[in-house]
């Protein structure tokens, strides 16, 4: 079966499609029986990601800069959503993303439907976010104690 998955652009690709294990690409072809079948929609989390120490940074310098609740702001959950297929029509399926996630089309499969949608936890943000400005605060005060050190010393 053919797999095409589309996002809103203002948000670009937000979920990743799984059918058990399987990563789903779109515009691949992929051996997804015609009746039965299960996705799984898993939620991006930037924060979770091989750049998480820069998005940590930009939000640390927004909350200095203007944005107290910059910090706050930072995803420390991620949606999953499972979906029955039902009855596929043809062999190709399409799946497209609307409002920034909130929604989604099924076009291909008419008897798809939505079996649980719930919010999972990811601990390892709150960790991060904790680390980050705990290491952000020691290097302040390595700063300072520096700073004063070289001036008793020049007094």
Known sequence: MLIEIRHEKPLGKRFDVYCGDTLLEGGEEYDIPAE????????????????WPLLLLGHFLASLFGAPDSLQEIGRSRTEICVDLGKAKGDELSIVFLEGGKSYRIEGAPEASERSRQEVPLPQVERRIRGYQIGVIALVLALLTAAIVLCVRAA
Request: hydrophobic residues 45%; proline residues 6%.
């Open 36 to 51: 039965g079948a299960a996705l799984r929609f898993v939620e991006r989390n930037p924060a979770v990601g091989k750049r």
